[in-house]
Every structure is written in structure tokens, then in C-alpha cells.
């Protein structure tokens, strides 16, 4: 895939997006349903590498990026995503001066609210193909569960879950994969 593809792409998913997970609807559009260089399978597993990694969130797309280019795909995600963090500057200038503006107060309100339909719409096939059968849908509604009703931190869950996970696959339950 060409550098300057995937650059491109990644910065309209980085420059659409507000924080590391929103772009995923985007790029899964671009990446796994319009130009077929991921699957969802792909696109799953860089959210993992992404999710167990330090750093932030949005680190996920350095790994799509590797899986649709290798190293060069890799070294374009890394600018797609730096050039927003240099671009928000001045919009933080513009909004710190005008937070008061009513205009602007709903202008942000409907882009959290956006964000999160357009997050959702996203989530739904990457579940699809993740959670395979009864043990992976139990796991997830228990860890939907604690992540809703206690404060434990999400990496615990996470951990949970992938131990659950793992003890189904060795005491012989093959059908995870």
C-alpha cells in the first residue's frame, strides 16, 4: 500500500476524531469495508496491540498502519498521528477565548454526542467478530457489568477477561478461536 495512502487516511480518521477510539468507525470504513487491506479480524487485533500497549488510546492505528504497509504503513500512521497534536494549538486558543459563546457550547455538545453514534457504529461488527459463542458473550456481559457498576480500572477488567479467556481455552474449550 502506498505511504502516502495510508498517511492520508489515517489523518482523515486523526483529524475527524477527538480521541483515540473515535476514529475506529472511520477507519474501519477505509481500511476493512472500502479498500479491503484489513479484515475486522486485523482491525481487532490492532485495537489489542494498541489497548496493551502504554500510551495513548489512538496508538491502535500504528499497527493498522503496519498491517496495510509494514514499516513504512507503520511510519505513516506515526505522522498521521502526530500532525493533529500540532494543529490543535490554535483551535484550543480559539475555544478557551470563546467557551462562553452558546454557539460554541452546543457546537462541542453535538460533536461528543456525534462522536459517541459514530463510536457505536463501529463497535457493533468488531463485537460480531470477536465474540464467537456463549462463553465469550458471558465473559463480556460480566465485564460490561463491573466496568458499569464498580470503579475498578478498565485494565482489570481487561486482565479478568483475558485470563477467563484463557482458562476456557485450556481446560479444552476449543471453540474460542
Not at 99 to 121: D, Q, T, Y
Not at 161 to 167: C, G, H, I, N, T
Amino acid at each position: 500500500m502506498n505511504f502516502l495512502i495510508i498517511y492520508l487516511l489515517l489523518l482523515k480518521a486523526a483529524l475527524s476524531s477527538f480521541s483515540g477510539l473515535a476514529a475506529l468507525p472511520i477507519v474501519r470504513n477505509d481500511f476493512v469495508v472500502k479498500r479491503h487491506l484489513l479484515t475486522d479480524h486485523q482491525l481487532n487485533t490492532a485495537l489489542v496491540v494498541g489497548r496493551s500497549t502504554p500510551g495513548p488510546k489512538g496508538l491502535y492505528l500504528i499497527a493498522v498502519g503496519y498491517f496495510a504497509g509494514g514499516t513504512p504503513g507503520a511510519i505513516a500512521a506515526w505522522l498521521a498521528i502526530v500532525t493533529p497534536a500540532l494543529l490543535v494549538i490554535p483551535l484550543l486558543m480559539f475555544a478557551k477565548k470563546n467557551i462562553e459563546n452558546p454557539r460554541v457550547k452546543r457546537a462541542l455538545r453535538a460533536v461528543v454526542v456525534a462522536s459517541a453514534g459514530v463510536s457505536l457504529s463501529a463497535t457493533l461488527p468488531l463485537s460480531a467478530d470477536a465474540l464467537r459463542n456463549v462463553p465469550l458473550y458471558g465473559i463480556a456481559a460480566i465485564s460490561l457489568v463491573l466496568l458499569i457498576a464498580t470503579t475498578w480500572d478498565t485494565l482489570w477488567v481487561m486482565l479478568g477477561a483475558a485470563l477467563a479467556s484463557l482458562s476456557l481455552m485450556l481446560s479444552g474449550f476449543d471453540h474460542l478461536a
